[in-house]
């Protein structure tokens, strides 16, 4: 359970990444008092809690309804996984997660930002929402404390976004525009194995349910 708890860990870390936010909340907030840019870093943190913990919690019982099955959502997981990867390695912007220009145009004229684009898509994005789901049904198979703990790995992993956030100024200075490039490089090379990985183990479940049926 334990190398399971990090695997978990890492995924989340890596796919909600806590420091590709950083460039686009100081640009959409750069305008706003220190007491507003905390206001809305805390809004956009809690609704992305609550859309994530939403989809933990009922993700799988919502595939359960819709006939879909573990090996069917784990390569399509996988896929909208290795996808983003890809984005975050070949990404030409500054370490800021892609939103269309429609939508970035959209968020700058909008008074309030939290809820778009801060907390959906940039921390609870598809990548993200498609991982809980995953990771609380393979938890589910291990046991009731291994749920737990993807839960309270998610809050943490949120809690960290939550303060890179109010400390978005010093860090990007620490980094820089170089330093953000390249970590969100490397987690897109990390992000990429795990979704591939996604991808076999979903296949090995065909597979073998192949096999067993014949």
Known sequence: ????????????????????????????????SIIQQRRTALKACVIATVLLLVFAFIGDKLLDAMGISEAAFRIAGGFLLLLAAIEMVVAKSSGIRST????????????DISVF???IPLIAG??????????????????????IGVIIILIVVLLITYLSLLMSDRILKILGVTGTNVMTRVFGIILAALAVQNIINGISI??????HAS
């Open 117 to 119: 684009p801060l907390a």
């Open 1 to 32: 359970m334990q190398g399971f708890l990090w695997q978990a860990f890492v995924t989340l870390f890596v796919i909600i990444d806590p420091f590709a936010v950083l460039p686009m909340f100081i640009a959409l907030t750069r305008s706003d």
């Open 126 to 147: 598809p990548g993200g929402l498609t991982s809980i789901v995953v990771l609380m049904r393979q938890a589910e198979q291990i046991s009731s404390l291994a749920q």
């Open 206 to 211: 065909v597979v073998r349910g192949f096999l």
């Open 100 to 111: 269309t220009g429609d939508e970035t145009a959209e968020a700058e004229h909008r008074d």
